[in-house]
């Protein structure tokens, strides 16, 4: 796993990605999406390390697909995904979509916005779990050029709630 995420990170140099860190009272997450040039297709990676007792660290990584929608005058994408979820004892292969919007409000201080949800049901959910799903919506602001500050809110569900938390983080933008 430990050298998946370094291909990750390395990656991200060598097409163009967003890399983002987020921080809980117990969690600390580094996810990014790189996506391929010259096309609508991206690659998903999360890892979320867990400090609360009981709970085990996350890890995610996927495909998506985007694309302009109908609300293509705000400058926003719709993204479907295939995501691979897994803690130690549960396992999914969610299919969410997703909304983001990477610049919008004034050109000073833009403001980008993300929204996104996957669900497995039990054919689709592996070891422990019986179902998942997952929810983010995330707002950031980008007080310089090529990194933005977040706030967000995330929920992650195998069978119960592994993790339901507002986060603040980093983003930076390759």
Same mark, same amino acid.
Do not use: C
């Given at each position: =796993? ?27 997450? /580094? ?13 998903? !990676? ?30 926003? %994408?719709? /993204?479907?995904?295939?995501? *691979?979820?897994?803690? %130690?004892?549960?396992? /999914?292969? &969610? ?6 919007? %990477? ?6 201080? &833009?403001? $980008? =916005? %993300? /929204?996104?949800? !996957? *669900?497995?049901?039990?054919?689709? $959910? ?11 919506? #995330? ?8 990194? #933005?500050?977040?706030? !967000?809110? #995330? ?11 507002? *986060? ?7």
């Amino acid at each position: =796993m430990k050298k998946f995420l370094l291909v990750l990170l390395f990656s991200i140099y060598s097409f163009g990605s967003d890399f983002n860190i987020e921080l809980t009272n117990y969690t600390l997450v /580094a996810n990014s999406t790189i996506n391929i040039p010259n096309t609508n297709f991206g690659v998903r !990676g999360s890892y979320l390390y867990n400090d609360e007792d009981g709970k085990n660290d996350y890890y995610s990584f996927g495909f998506q697909a985007q694309g302009a929608n109908s609300l293509d005058n705000y400058n926003s %994408k719709l /993204a479907i995904f295939i995501d *691979y979820d897994h803690t %130690k004892d549960n396992s /999914a292969l &969610p299919i969410g979509i997703g909304i983001f919007n %990477k610049k919008f409000g004034s050109d000073e201080y &833009p403001l $980008s =916005m %993300k /929204a996104s949800i !996957g *669900y497995a049901p039990a054919v689709l $959910s592996f070891d422990k779990a019986n179902k998942f799903w997952k929810g983010d919506i #995330r707002v950031g602001i980008q007080p310089i050029q090529n990194a #933005r500050v977040l706030v !967000g809110y #995330r929920t992650i569900n195998f069978n119960k709630n592994y993790q339901s938390v507002v *986060y603040f983080g980093v983003g930076f933008i390759f």
